[in-house]
């Protein structure tokens, strides 16, 4: 991972209204619709897709509590995806950087990534710092409100810092990294998540249980439901 992974840049929030779509740059494009709906992927699948959209602190637990819900949905029979910050920089993002405009590209990416695979009725599990409630607002309007699922790891900056899996923040105490999101640069925790998971008094197979509960709770691991009408 490089030094400045977890860097943040200051930058207003905006409320989810306050989020324009982007105008493509293509013209002359007409969005062709299928023959077989995401109701219909849906129910040969037996779940609904969604977006669990997996926000926090370095070292909050994000790609562990993440890998853990997606082994026992696999194991329960669901079919789950995993987008990993660190991950889709070797690929998809690899021609980003950290800057504020970067991170934002990044994570409209992984939106529109994530919105495609739920159209297919999977359920998407994202694990990003993604700081800014502006960028996470946005990725909602991307995946639609009714799909996306914000989980807030929930953990103290101290005991991230005491975790430090990747050393990173030894890294900014020796003035190695200048911009570390919830130390030089702000994190903006979510003010409604669907979902709060507390890992710093809990242990991982909790974690990814109370998220499993979530979501047998809410029908997204039950099919689609009725048709319209039906």
């Known amino acids: ?72 949905l696999y194991e329960r029979g669901h079919l789950v995806q995993v987008l990993d910050g660190d991950n889709v920089r070797h690929g998809l993002c690899r021609d980003l950087g950290f800057s504020a405009d970067d991170r934002t590209e990044n994570i409209r990416r992984i939106a529109e990534v994530a919105k495609l695979s739920v159209d297919a009725g999977l359920i998407v599990l994202t694990a990003f710092i993604s700081p800014f409630r502006a960028d996470r607002d946005a990725a909602r309007a991307v995946v639609g409100t009714e799909r996306f699922v914000e989980v807030f790891l929930d953990v103290p900056l101290d005991v991230c810092e005491e975790r430090d899996p990747k050393g990173l923040y030894a890294k900014v105490r020796r003035g190695e990294i200048a911009e570390f999101t919830g130390i030089s640069s702000p994190y903006e925790p979510p003010l409604r998540p669907e979902l709060s998971v507390p890992t710093a008094g809990q242990t991982v197979e909790a974690s990814a249980a109370q998220v499993l509960d979530w979501l047998q709770a809410n029908g997204f691991l039950s099919g689609p439901g009725p048709a319209p009408g039906g």
């Not at 400045?4 to 779509?21: I, K, L, T």
């Open 1 to 72: 991972m490089e030094p400045r992974a977890d860097a943040g840049q200051n930058r207003p929030s905006a409320a989810p209204d306050s989020v324009a779509p982007m105008d493509p740059k293509s013209r002359n494009i007409v969005f062709h619709p299928g023959e077989v709906t995401q109701r219909d992927r849906e129910s040969l699948l037996g779940q609904r897709g969604c977006v669990l959209w997996f926000t926090g602190l370095s070292g909050s637990g994000k790609s562990t509590v993440s890998r853990a819900v997606e082994k026992r």
